[in-house]
């Protein structure tokens, strides 16, 4: 439970790049039905599994766009592994990622049955829509508290160092795609369990993000994500 936890919650920070373009947002589609489909690997190049992700509701009020992403994760064998919704804001100037939605919602109703209290507080991701190399972006974090008879756990996501590093042409079974790289980096906190990695982030304009790998804190290649499909 606890490498599943770390799982969606610490990868969701940087591979929440998945979009494509719209009158709002440059790098992510507010578009109702657009869908990606993302093959997980291994260190060893073993597929473990498949995200899905798709555009479910969208809605403007003033300035600002909101979408709703449904994401399903199957592992190697197809069965699902979790099923989340995020919501997402759009200002014209880039978008928001609400930081209470990188807290999977099908964990949140499982903990809620069980009778835990919970309080999740943090700060939105934000990806502006205009990227040059060499710019910084701004870190974020989300903090879960739980608490079920006397029992208290806390986790704690911070990504930090985002940064935008250089310009790089990629290519998947989707396609090739010219892109931006960004880095970061991801503290997790659970309980006893401390982890730390690295993300580097290929996204490309008009199609959301095409790869992603993440590293260990001694730079050894842990997974790697790369873009099978997408439909608008």
Do not use: H
Not at 29 to 36: C, D, H, L, R, V
Not at 61 to 68: I, K, L, Q, R
Not at 217 to 231: D, I, V
């Amino acid at each position: 439970m606890k490498k599943l936890i770390f799982l969606s919650l610490a990868c969701v920070f940087t591979s929440f790049m998945v979009f494509s373009q719209s009158n709002c947002s440059t790098f992510y589609p507010m578009e109702e039905g657009a869908s990606y489909s993302y093959a997980l690997y291994n260190k060893k190049n073993k597929l473990e599994g498949t995200t899905d992700y798709k555009v479910s509701e969208v809605n403007s009020s003033g300035e600002n766009t909101y979408a709703t992403l449904q994401l399903n994760f199957r592992d190697a064998k197809g069965k699902n592994a979790f099923e989340s919704n995020y919501n997402i804001t759009c200002t014209g100037e880039g978008i928001k990622i609400d930081y209470k939605s990188l807290f999977p919602s099908q964990m949140q109703q499982q903990y809620t049955d069980m009778g835990l209290e919970m309080d999740i507080t943090g700060t939105d991701v934000e990806l502006p829509n205009q990227l040059s190399v060499g710019q910084d972006l701004k870190d974020a974090n989300v903090n879960v508290k739980m608490k079920m008879s006397g029992m208290n756990m806390n986790i704690d996501v911070n990504t930090i160092d985002r940064k935008v590093i250089g310009k790089e042409s990629v290519t998947t079974a989707a396609g090739t795609f010219d892109c931006f790289v960004i880095t970061a980096r991801t503290k997790s906190k659970m309980m006893m369990a401390n982890q730390e990695m690295s993300d580097k982030l290929w996204l490309s304009e008009g199609v959301g993000m095409v790869k992603q790998e993440t590293y260990n804190k001694n730079g050894k290649l842990l997974s790697r994500m790369e873009l099978s499909q997408f439909a608008k």
